[in-house]
């Protein structure tokens, strides 16, 4: 009855956060979208419930997995980009996740520390950024539309995945716990959704101004790993949120002096 209840308050949990991001990228346009996409959502979701089942030391070791995974990640989306330019939503978003996997699984094959990860991202980021830059679109950005399913389906998808994440998290690790929290489950319904709608040049356009945004995620992950033991688990969650709101922000002042 208690592993009813605990996975419950797990799935609604993560359920509301996702509902609230959907709601406030609805009709945001693509720059706007990607940089609340970039956002931890299922992955703060997770991180909220692995609080409650583990010690500091396993969060901050998870932190330097989500650090490193989130170039995983990147590779998502830039594989996602180029496919969706001539290809279908399957085919697209089926191989991006595979991509995805691959290159999580060569991750788990090294031992990473946070700087080893800090160099990870800013060599990865520092190619898919720039293979990106051309699939961005120019002029009025394309809107977002919303079903009555659309919230309900990205809800639950990722409310599965932080159920996956926490129940395994103990026979798994600390850093394939910080992994698989960041698998872009979000991502990956939303582009199903808004490839169906509006198609995949358009769809695509989202991830590639969304690698940019996508350094705050890692940025913010290190930053928790460094804060959980002098401030603890939850001032070092607000804070490394705070970095990633904070980079967005930034990148939001840029795009509106430009």
Not at 63 to 74: D, N, R, Y
Request: aromatic share 10%; proline share 4%.
């Amino acid at each position: 009855m208690l592993f009813l209840v605990d996975l419950a308050l797990k799935m609604a949990l993560t359920a509301f956060i996702v509902v609230v991001i959907s709601i406030t990228v609805e009709r945001s346009g693509p720059f706007i979208g990607a940089l609340i996409a970039a956002l931890p959502t299922a992955a703060g979701a997770a991180y909220i419930i692995l609080a409650f089942e583990h010690p500091p030391a396993f969060i901050a070791a998870s932190a330097v997995g989500s650090a490193a995974a989130t170039a995983a990640v990147s590779v998502f989306a830039l594989a996602y980009t180029v496919l969706a330019q001539r290809r279908g939503v399957i085919l697209s978003v089926s191989v991006a996740i595979m991509v995805f996997f691959v290159a999580a699984a060569a991750l788990r094959a090294v031992a990473w520390t946070p700087l080893t990860a800090f160099v990870l991202d800013a060599v990865v980021f520092g190619i898919t950024v720039p293979l990106s830059w051309r699939y961005r679109t120019s002029g009025l950005p394309v809107k977002f539309m919303r079903s009555r399913w659309d919230v309900p389906v990205r809800a639950l998808s990722a409310a599965v995945v932080v159920v996956v994440v926490t129940s395994i998290s103990t026979s798994i690790g600390s850093f394939a716990s910080g992994m698989f929290a960041v698998f872009p489950i979000v991502m990956a319904c939303t582009a199903v959704i808004l490839h169906l709608r509006v198609g995949g040049v358009a769809s695509a356009s989202m991830f590639a101004h969304a690698q940019i945004a996508l350094n705050g995620l890692w940025l913010g992950f290190l930053a928790m790993h460094f804060l959980v033991a002098p401030v603890g688990v939850w001032p070092a969650y607000g804070l490394g949120l705070l970095v990633c709101i904070a980079w967005s922000g930034v990148l939001w002042v840029v795009r509106r002096k430009l």
